[in-house]
């Protein structure tokens, strides 16, 4: 019995050092990679989501759909629920909101019982992305990004029928062919582009 109350005092404090050592590394990472990135991995509003999927079911109801930054997949598990004709790709490089994701999504299937093979996490630069399949890419950055994406996405796509749809943030230089003003608390504008 003073061997197990021995051992618990000297493992706990091991542990929990351990956890707070592993929380804070993770931490730091987020941070730093947000601080090199130039934006957090904040998840866009529910009710951005909801107008993001329905753009995404009037566009088509099948097809291969990027989102650029996908952060915590929020957006790219609400899409896979809401737009199931899909194949979705999340591109991130911010290792923990990229793990994170992974487990969101495991979780999601486990529990409404959607197909894991819907959605593939990768760990990818937004900036040097193929994007060859892509038939909408999908994005919630910020302007510097925007300008950025726009001219890299333009020199890429050959395909001509690719969308953007892009939360927040317009692309610099074109027309939007449609632009979708949330109901929530910042009436987000959410702008659709034919490229
Ligand atoms: C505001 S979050 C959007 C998350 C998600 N798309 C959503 O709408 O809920 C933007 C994400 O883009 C990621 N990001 C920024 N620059 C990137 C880059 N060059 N390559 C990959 N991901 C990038 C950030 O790490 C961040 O997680």
């Not at 989501?49 to 088509?60: F, Y």
């Amino acid at each position: 019995m003073n061997f197990m109350i021995n051992l618990i005092n000297v493992l706990y404090p091991i542990l929990s050092i351990t956890i707070v050592a592993i929380l804070l590394l993770a931490m730091i990472s987020i941070v730093y990679v947000s601080w090199r990135n130039g934006i957090s991995p904040m998840p866009a509003s529910a009710q951005a989501r909801h107008v993001v999927a329905n753009e995404v079911d009037r566009i088509s109801s099948t097809g291969t759909l990027v989102d650029a930054g996908s952060g915590f997949g929020t957006l790219a598990v609400h899409l896979a629920q809401h737009c199931p004709g899909w194949k979705i790709i999340g591109i991130e490089n911010s290792l923990i909101p990229l793990w994170l994701s992974r487990f969101y999504w495991r979780l999601m299937a486990a529990m409404k019982g959607a197909s894991l093979n819907s959605i593939t996490f990768c760990n990818e630069n937004l900036y040097t992305y193929s994007y060859a399949e892509a038939d909408i890419i999908v994005c919630y950055l910020y302007p510097g990004a925007m300008d950025q994406l726009g001219r890299m996405v333009c020199n890429r796509l050959t395909t001509g029928s690719t969308r953007i749809i892009s939360i927040c943030f317009a692309l610099p230089g074109w027309e939007p062919a449609r632009v979708i003003t949330c109901k929530d608390l910042y009436r987000t504008k959410v702008y659709v582009y034919d490229i």
